[in-house]
Nanobody, 124 residues
Framework: VQLQACGGGLVQAGGSLSVSCAAS????????MGWFRQAPGKEREYVAG????????YYADSVKGRFTISRDNGKNTVYLQMNSLKPEDTAVYYC??????????????????WGQGTLVTVSS
């Protein structure tokens, strides 16, 4: 599976931004999808995940209530809508695909396929 993330950019604190990730290759729609982020000098951290059917989602506490993950399997694309952005949300956002155990979605090692990342910068 090949993943291509796009949609990052610069936004003011309190604003909104949406990033997307298009999957191609081997039946991308049959994979669970996740978003992670990595800020400068920090480890990559889990943001959100969505099951292959779209029926289950799980968010990191830091983004719960502000971010929404969704997917369109007809377009093989997963989205991350980010609202009420904060400067601490500044990071490179990566999409990931695989079929990990639900209990291990938060672990980077659980995901075998990664996109190249897209930079989101939130100014104060």
């Amino acid at each position: 599976v090949q993943l291509q993330a796009c949609g990052g950019g610069l936004v003011q604190a309190g604003g909104s931004l949406s990033v997307s990730c298009a999957a191609s290759g081997r039946t991308g729609s049959s994979y669970d999808m996740g978003w992670f982020r990595q800020a400068p000098g920090k480890e990559r951290e889990y943001v959100a995940g969505i099951s292959w059917s779209g029926g289950s989602t799980y968010y990191a506490d830091s983004v719960k209530g502000r971010f929404t993950i969704s997917r369109d399997n007809g377009k093989n694309t997963v989205y991350l809508q980010m609202n009420s952005l904060k400067p601490e949300d500044t990071a490179v956002y990566y999409c990931a695909a695989d079929r990990p155990l639900r209990s291990s979605w938060y672990r980077t090692a659980s995901w075998g396929f990664w996109g190249q990342g897209t930079l989101v910068t939130v100014s104060s």
